[in-house]
């Protein structure tokens, strides 16, 4: 068949007309598989498998028999609704439709013993869905096509294909939920403030894998993510993540639910994050969005700033109160200017030996800062990723440095403060970058809040082709968290963590120059206490690393 006349065939399938949507494209990309077709023999009736004449975007195409799938990643705006649907030839006698976030979570669904099905996607979504027909009965050609609109014309687009979203089981648990509705109040009667709705999922956990949902935290508003755990699921971990993959916070336990808040000058994706420990079950998770404006009645102790809301002195003061409780000293201050966008401020000043806490705070609006310390012999010492306030760990024998910070959006005053750790392991001070990598991985992740709290630290010598192991103990009911930060010369962090009595893998964890593995000990049946090999490599290079376990008992 001629390219030309194949597009005709695809047009007439799905429905192609002079009516076409203001948010659907006049000129539509042919799906990849469309080749696949272009040899067939004959024109299918077109008009038999069309069931509307409205315009309709092409998503995807495919051939098969009963059981197989034609599926499609569609972007979808945030504020627009959509109508999705499957279409098959005469031989096809039944589809099933179903559409999903790209987080997981069960959008709508069409399982109806027909060959038209057709769903409903409004907001709030993500703003990526992949959606799924199955071929239920017979066989032939099946497209998928998506409609959007605006949601004032949502219920007419859904008369005319008639569509529907069909409750699914998450639905039904969120229905039968005991005490949802009072253990929601009661978490923001603790917050205060005024809170609406956004999202209520249930959400399938596993302790082998962590699961993510997008949200966005909109201008002047905070986010509060609330999880409640079933009875097969123990020690829930609730984190929140940028778009640049790092964590923002981790959430505090009340019994055994989990709760969040994000707060956010101006509009700015996100993930949250959610792990058990222990057990495979269902979770509800539960996103309520702060009116405008209320922001500032919310407990600094409670909440996550996204980015700088008030002035520098206001940082530096909220940040001297948060580190004057963990034990530190009062900050030197080493530099307070101005950064530019693309432009580089130095600071040069002198290192105390051992090791110590850089702080570098901005006011708003900047964005996010980067930042690297170098030696006087122009060595990395220290170096951060693209972070809100990022803070590095010196660790040297002391003598001159400079500090090179950037702002990666919008200009701004900053401030850099130095404060001394007490008593560190003088193993970093011998391994400067190492030692910043391994602490700033600590500290990211939510491992430590100072670096006091490291715990032994271990040197190797790290090759691609060689394994170096450790020998863990875990004893029954606490996690142990095992962190490398790697030096220069390598590249690649792999950590694997393996149960010696069994040689099952407990945890495998990879990174570009740090990374953590965790495995916790829940499971009584197995005698509770777990001894563990942890074997440490590295992708490229050779270099040295430094290592070290945490140990926690985790809330229910």
């Known amino acids: 068949m001629k390219p030309r006349r194949f597009a005709g065939l695809l047009s007439g399938l799905l429905g192609f007309g002079a009516a076409s949507c203001a948010h659907a494209p006049s000129q539509p990309k042919p799906p990849q598989a469309a080749s696949a077709f272009g040899k067939a023999a004959g024109k299918p009736n077109t008009k038999a498998w069309l069931r509307t ?3 309709t975007e092409i998503v995807g195409v495919e051939a098969g028999v009963a059981g197989d799938r034609v599926a499609a990643l569609v972007d979808l705006p945030t504020e627009s609704c959509a109508v999705f649907i499957a279409r098959g030839t005469d031989s096809i006698e ?4 179903m559409v999903y976030g790209e987080d997981g979570a ?34 032939g050609m099946v497209a998928l096509g998506a409609e959007r609109m605006p949601p004032v014309d949502a219920e007419r687009a859904a008369n005319a294909y008639h569509a529907h979203q069909r409750a699914g089981e998450g639905d039904a648990r969120l229905a039968n939920w005991p005490g949802l509705a009072e253990r929601i109040a009661e978490h923001r009667n603790r917050l205060g403030g005024k809170w609406s709705d956004v999202r209520r999922i249930a959400v399938p956990l596993d302790a082998r894998l962590p699961t993510r949902l997008s949200a966005t935290v909109e ?3 905070c986010l509060h993510a609330l999880v409640l755990g079933s009875d097969e699921l123990s020690h829930i971990e609730l984190s929140a993540v940028d778009q640049n993959g790092h964590i923002l916070g981790r959430a505090t336990s009340l019994g055994r639910d989990r709760s969040l808040v994000v707060c956010s000058a101006s509009s700015s994706p996100l993930s949250f994050e959610l792990r058990p420990q222990g057990g495979r079950g269902i979770a509800v998770l539960v996103l309520s969005q702060s009116e405008a404006g209320s922001s500032a009645d919310f407990d600094d102790a ?8 008030g002035s ?16 530190y000293p009062k900050a030197k201050v080493l530099k307070t200017g101005t950064l530019q966008p693309g432009r580089l401020d130095s600071a040069a000043f002198t290192l105390p030996k051992g090791c110590a806490r850089l702080d570098i705070l901005a006011a708003a609006p900047v964005r996010d800062l980067s930042a690297r310390l170098w030696s006087a012999d122009d060595s990395l010492i220290a170096e951060s990723g693209t972070r809100a306030a990022p803070v590095l760990f010196a660790c040297s024998n002391g003598g001159p ?3 090179d910070t950037e702002s990666l959006a919008r200009p701004g005053e900053y401030s850099v403060e130095l404060r001394v750790e007490p008593e560190p392991a003088a193993v970093l001070s011998g391994s400067s970058l190492a030692a910043s990598r391994l602490l700033g991985h600590m500290l990211e992740h939510g491992l430590i809040r100072s670096g006091t709290q490291a715990g032994k630290i271990t040197r190797h010598v790290l090759t691609p082709d060689h394994l170096e192991v450790e020998h863990l103990l875990v004893p029954f009911g606490r996690c142990m968290d095992f962190t490398v930060g ?11 963590l393996v149960d010696e009595e069994t040689g099952e893998e407990l945890a495998l964890a990879r990174g570009g120059s740090a990374t953590s593995a965790r495995v916790c000990a829940f499971d009584a049946r197995s005698g509770g206490t777990i001894h563990a090999r942890a074997e440490l490599r590295v992708d490229a290079g050779q270099g040295e690393a430094l290592t070290t376990t945490h140990m926690t008992t985790p809330a229910r």
Do not use: F
């Open 53 to 55: 004449e409205r315009a």
């Open 486 to 496: 790697l030096g220069l010369g390598s590249a690649g962090a792999e950590v694997r």
């Open 106 to 139: 069960e959008l709508g669904m069409d399982e109806g013993a027909d060959k038209t099905p057709a769903v409903l996607v409004c907001p709030p979504h993500p703003a990526r869905v992949y959606v799924s027909a199955r071929i239920a009965a017979g066989h």
């Open 312 to 327: 520098l002195d206001e940082a530096r003061q909220k940040n001297a109160k948060r580190l004057e409780g963990l034990g």
């Open 219 to 221: 201008e002047q508003r």
């Open 401 to 403: 440095v400079r500090l």
């Open 94 to 97: 039944d589809l099933d439709l």
């Open 302 to 309: 409670l909440r996550i700033d996204r980015y700088p809301t």
